[in-house]
């Protein structure tokens, strides 16, 4: 745990010294819930079934998260870890290299959690963000969307040859996923055809999820979105042992 530990520390301090990725993590998503907040308010609408925009968009806003994180922060980390030797001389310590991925993960998975609740605070401290779920099932919700995409983060860092690849299939990737899924644009003005377009996205269940748990939905409600994100997770777990390379 001490070797865990302090090898997480180094990550984070890793993490930390990339700009681009802590603006997309930690600031990103409350820059956009402020931007709309302030040109919609948190008026009570009927669109939304009464809540206000702000009170759909903070949980929507949880799914952009993770997509930044999962299809552009890890593809690129990893791959760039991959492509300067990190990885590599990782593996010819001592340490076991699975505790090097889990460190990986856990750090990842903090970050994410950090940039939620800074989300969280500016929607509850500048908007009176309405909430009427469970914490512990919004974070079970949460882990289960979050680490269903880190997977697809990593073997996308496994197939791409080069950290900048990795970054422009993890961008080609990301973006649609943002506008189609109801993570940037709320579902419920898109329109039909869009919304069946977001059906074949796995971050639309994320945000469907989040949405439905934040409102105080029951979790047998949602067993699409559990289903999906569970196959995706299974799956790209699978797809990532096979892909995942040292050097």
Same mark, same amino acid.
């Given at each position: 745990? &001490?070797?865990?530990?302090?090898? !997480?520390? @180094?990550?984070?301090?890793?993490?930390?010294?990339?700009?681009?990725?802590?603006?997309? @993590?930690?600031?990103?998503?409350?820059?956009?819930?402020?931007?709309?907040?302030?040109?919609?308010?948190?008026?009570?609408?009927?669109?939304?079934?009464?809540?206000?925009?702000?009170?759909?968009?903070?949980?929507?806003?949880?799914?952009?998260?993770?997509?930044?994180?999962?299809?552009?922060?890890?593809?690129?980390?990893?791959?760039?870890? &991959?492509?300067?030797?990190?990885?590599? &001389?990782? &593996?010819?310590?001592?340490?076991?290299?699975?505790?090097?991925?889990?460190?990986?993960?856990?750090?990842?998975?903090?970050?994410?959690?950090?940039?939620?609740?800074?989300?969280?605070?500016?929607? @509850?401290?500048?908007?009176?963000?309405?909430?009427?779920?469970?914490?512990?099932?919004?974070?079970?919700?949460?882990?289960?969307? !979050?680490?269903?995409?880190?997977?697809?983060?990593?073997?996308?860092?496994?197939?791409?040859?080069?950290?900048?690849?990795?970054?422009?299939?993890?961008?080609?990737i990301a973006f649609p996923m943002m506008f189609l899924s109801g993570?940037?644009?709320?579902?419920?003005?898109?329109?039909?055809?869009?919304?069946?377009?977001?059906?074949?996205?796995?971050? @639309?269940? =994320? =945000?469907?999820?989040?949405?439905?748990?934040?409102?105080?939905?029951?979790?047998?409600?949602?067993?699409?979105?559990?289903?999906?994100?569970?196959?995706?997770?299974?799956?790209? =777990? =699978?797809?990532?042992?096979?892909?995942?390379?040292?050097?």
């Open positions: 745990m &001490r070797a865990l530990g302090k090898l !997480a520390i @180094t990550q984070i301090k890793l993490y930390l010294r990339e700009p681009i990725a802590l603006f997309f @993590t930690l600031v990103y998503a409350p820059m956009m819930l402020v931007l709309f907040g302030s040109i919609y308010g948190n008026e009570p609408v009927e669109m939304f079934g009464g809540r206000g925009t702000v009170d759909v968009s903070v949980p929507a806003y949880i799914g952009l998260i993770i997509i930044t994180v999962g299809l552009m922060s890890i593809p690129i980390g990893t791959a760039s870890s &991959r492509e300067s030797g990190v990885l590599r &001389r990782f &593996r010819v310590t001592p340490l076991s290299p699975v505790l090097y991925l889990i460190a990986d993960v856990a750090v990842y998975f903090l970050m994410t959690l950090l940039g939620v609740i800074l989300l969280v605070l500016v929607g @509850t401290f500048g908007y009176h963000m309405q909430f009427d779920g469970n914490w512990i099932s919004v974070l079970a919700g949460f882990s289960l969307g !979050a680490l269903a995409m880190f997977t697809c983060g990593y073997w996308i860092a496994g197939l791409a040859p080069t950290a900048r690849i990795a970054q422009t299939v993890g961008m080609v993570a940037t644009i709320p579902l419920e003005i898109l329109p039909e055809s869009v919304q069946a377009v977001g059906k074949f996205l796995p971050v @639309t269940y =994320v =945000v469907t999820l989040m949405q439905g748990l934040w409102k105080g939905d029951a979790w047998n409600s949602h067993g699409t979105e559990v289903i999906v994100l569970a196959g995706v997770l299974l799956a790209g =777990v =699978v797809l990532a042992a096979k892909t995942f390379r040292w050097e």
